[in-house]
């Protein structure tokens, strides 16, 4: 049995061999090895090297009890003569120190089983450098939780990558990436840098929007825009658009207004209902949720007399509806199409000022591009049916043009007649119901674009929000 042991600047080492010869042939195998890392407190190199050939005899002894095998001989092996001169001196001569430690090697062993060797000859000498090497931690223990938080820190809670760097120097954590991830959620500070309000989730649509099957305008929006100054011979005057919006298959209807006070109102109502036949509803604002809307347009809606516009349209079969104050989403659908018709006015007028009849012209001509707008997606090839538009329930096609047939006055011709417009109308709203209404009542995405379910605050978020917000205040 060969025993090596050394010691160095970091750490002692003691490394056991069995050499044994077998038909001629000799062997020898690693049995054991043992490490120590030199103490903090200061201690020589030759008392480092005493107390690896300490560990050297103990680890001999425990080899030597726990193999059968019986062993002939036994050899020491050390590269400090320092050590080896105390072995073979009188050790009451020395300190406590070495007196001892020499007492206990000298205890199992034999003097004579001690021999020097050349340092590069000394297989111990690998292991007293063990410990140049990282510190193995578990990832999920205390300490670890404590040394990685310590470096979070000491960067700022930032540089992420800095501190897996700088982590793995000194450390061998294993899944250490997601280990300083969890350290990061649990990190108080960077969950009130962090937090972000989480969208919250729409509400239902309103009833008039789902409404299928049904007549188009049955349920209505009313709105305003204006005023549009027009030329009348010399003089400039304002006219007010009314915008009527089917709730249902957003087909738009735009009547002109002379001004907005009552009397005007409920002539460019009836106009459309002669037109477009009696809602069953109509919806609009009170004028408090006019947010893009112009000083002289919001005073002249709120001005309006809308208890008696209300009444006017209140009958067995028709309903007037407001829609709460403080709530600008709700009149959101037809609000658009209002941005949409202003803008194309804009376009088609080029600031310049029209005549009445310019106006209406173009106004028409704005209601009928609207109403050829796609509502659902707009297919890539050739094969698919074209996009649903509003006008597919207003004419029967996206631009009005249907094929021209005979008119046979049969009773069975009429009445076949009936019965195929049916079916083509029940198409559309089979569409309507495929292709639309999926769109509007998905949910809003949330801001990664992932169709996430979206929950609202919860209370116990509050403090944290209300962090952000004054911080983001303080930052302004
Ligand atoms: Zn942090």
């Not at 036994?74 to 072995?87: A, E």
Request: glycine content about 4%; hydrophobic content about 35%.
């Amino acid at each position: 049995m060969h025993t090596f042991v050394d010691a160095g600047e970091n750490g002692m080492a003691a490394v056991v061999y069995l050499r044994f010869e077998e038909d001629g042939l000799v062997e020898c195998a690693l049995v054991g090895a043992k490490t120590r890392v030199t103490p903090l407190r200061y201690l020589s190199i030759p008392r480092s090297e005493l107390q690896a050939a300490v560990i050297g005899t103990r680890l001999a002894n425990t080899v030597t009890k726990s193999f059968s095998l019986r062993i002939s001989q036994r050899y020491f092996w050390c590269d400090s003569r320092n050590v080896l001169c105390w072995l073979r001196s009188d050790h009451r001569r020395y300190s406590q120190y070495v007196a001892a430690r020499v007492r206990e090697v000298l205890d199992t062993t034999e003097i004579d089983e001690w021999h020097w060797i050349q340092s590069e000859w000394n297989v111990a000498d690998d292991g007293t450098n063990d410990e140049k090497y990282p510190i193995i931690l578990p990832d999920d223990h205390p300490v670890t939780h404590l040394v990685l938080a310590d470096f979070h820190e000491r960067y700022h809670h930032r540089n992420y990558a800095t501190v897996a760097n700088e982590v793995r120097r000194r450390f061998c954590i294993p899944r250490l990436r997601r280990t300083l991830r969890k350290m990061r959620h649990r990190c108080q500070w960077c969950r009130n840098c962090d937090v972000s309000p989480v969208p919250p989730e729409m509400a239902e649509l309103p009833q008039a929007r789902l409404a299928a099957f049904s007549r188009p305008f049955s349920h209505v929006g009313v709105d305003f825009f204006g005023p549009i100054e027009v030329i009348v011979g010399r003089k400039v005057e304002k006219r007010w658009g009314v915008l009527m919006t089917c709730l249902t298959i957003r087909a738009l209807h735009i009547e002109v207004a002379s001004s907005l006070n009552t009397s005007s109102c409920i002539m460019a109502l009836n106009n459309f209902i002669a037109r477009r036949g009696t809602p069953v509803c109509f919806y609009s604002d009170r004028g408090t949720n006019f947010i893009g809307a112009s000083k002289e347009l919001r005073e002249a809606v709120r001005a309006l007399d809308k208890h008696q516009l209300s009444k006017e349209f209140t009958t067995a079969s028709t309903s007037w509806r407001f829609n709460p104050p403080a709530t600008p989403h709700m009149g959101g659908s037809w609000e658009r199409l209002v941005q949409l018709v202003k803008r194309n006015l804009t376009e088609i007028l080029r600031s310049r000022r029209p005549t009445d009849e310019e106006l209406r012209s173009a106004l028409t001509l704005i209601e009928g591009v609207l109403n050829s707008r796609p509502l659902t997606e707009v297919p890539v090839d050739n094969e698919s049916e074209p996009a649903l538009t509003p006008n597919h329930f207003l004419l029967g096609s996206s631009d009005g043009s249907k094929p021209f047939t005979l008119c046979d006055d049969n009773v069975q011709t009429v009445r076949r007649g009936w019965q195929v417009s049916q079916v083509m109308a029940n198409a559309f709203w089979k569409r309507w119901l495929r292709n639309y209404l999926p769109e509007i009542t998905k949910r809003s995405k949330s801001k990664t674009g992932i169709d996430a379910p979206l929950q609202g605050v919860e209370v116990r978020e509050l403090p944290l929000l209300l962090y952000s917000l004054m911080c983001s205040v303080c930052r302004i």
